[in-house]
């Protein structure tokens, strides 16, 4: 079974500054998806950024961009000019490009509370 | 453009008592279904998952049963909650296994 492991429970960073928040898995297959979720306190999660482990290049939207790093497993969020509006809590998801069995579901790590500072 | 529907938004409802929770999506059809629970202080977890109507799949072996009787509808239910069943309910929907899942507004329900 696969697992998604987020190491840091809280960050904090200033207002304007970047962070960086850090995602691992773990995986036997060779074709999967990678996603960053943000999960803000009205708790509806909204999908930040994808990445298809297929692709070399790092997936960026706007200010968020990924550092993907298929043989380490590793698969963290960069956000650039930290806004107020960032402030939440970030999951990291993992999905089988295989369906079925259970493949479908998203598999998700614990979570990272993200503090902006203003 | 797609959205999708979580209702009730807040629900309290005693230990032993039934559960029906509803998820409707639209501007789309023959949608992927989902349901996951977040319990406090921990991650999303997939409950039932769902490719088309009356087809359901269990991730988890619990209380909770899972219904898709129309093809943008997915119902969540319990014959009698559980103070474990206690969470936060999130019902998301994708075109298909490729796809991203996209999430509702989700349900807070809590069992006393």
């Known amino acids: 079974a696969q697992t998604v492991t987020q190491s840091q429970p809280e960050m904090s960073v200033q207002e304007a500054e970047t962070v960086t928040l850090s995602c691992t898995y773990d995986?036997?297959?060779?074709?999967?998806?990678l996603f960053w979720y943000k999960q803000p306190p009205s708790r509806q999660m909204i999908l930040v950024i994808r990445?298809?482990?297929?692709?070399?290049q790092n997936a960026t939207e706007n200010r968020f961009s990924v550092n993907f790093q298929k043989a380490a497993k590793s698969f963290s969020l960069k956000i650039s000019d930290s806004q107020l509006g960032d402030a939440a809590m970030y999951f990291c998801a993992y999905r089988s490009a295989n369906s079925g069995g259970g493949a479908d579901g998203l598999t998700f790590g614990k979570g990272t509370h993200l503090i902006i500072q203003p | 453009s797609q959205t999708i529907h979580q209702w009730p938004a807040t629900l309290v409802q005693p230990v032993g008592s039934p559960l029906s929770l509803e998820c409707t999506v639209e501007g789309t059809s023959n949608p992927n279904l989902y349901w996951y629970r977040q319990a406090a202080g921990r991650g999303l977890q997939l409950l039932f998952y769902s490719v088309g109507i009356g087809q359901i799949s269990s991730e988890v072996p619990q209380n909770l049963s899972a219904s898709r009787p129309q093809d943008r509808q997915f119902i969540l239910s319990s014959k009698k909650l559980l103070l474990s069943d206690s969470g936060f309910y999130l019902c998301?929907?994708?075109?298909?296994?490729?796809?991203?899942?996209?999430f509702g507004p989700g349900t807070r329900l809590t069992v006393l």
């Open positions: 998301a929907w994708s075109r298909d296994f490729t796809d991203t899942q996209y």
């Open positions: 995986t036997s297959e060779s074709d999967y998806y």
């Open positions: 990445q298809e482990a297929y692709k070399q």
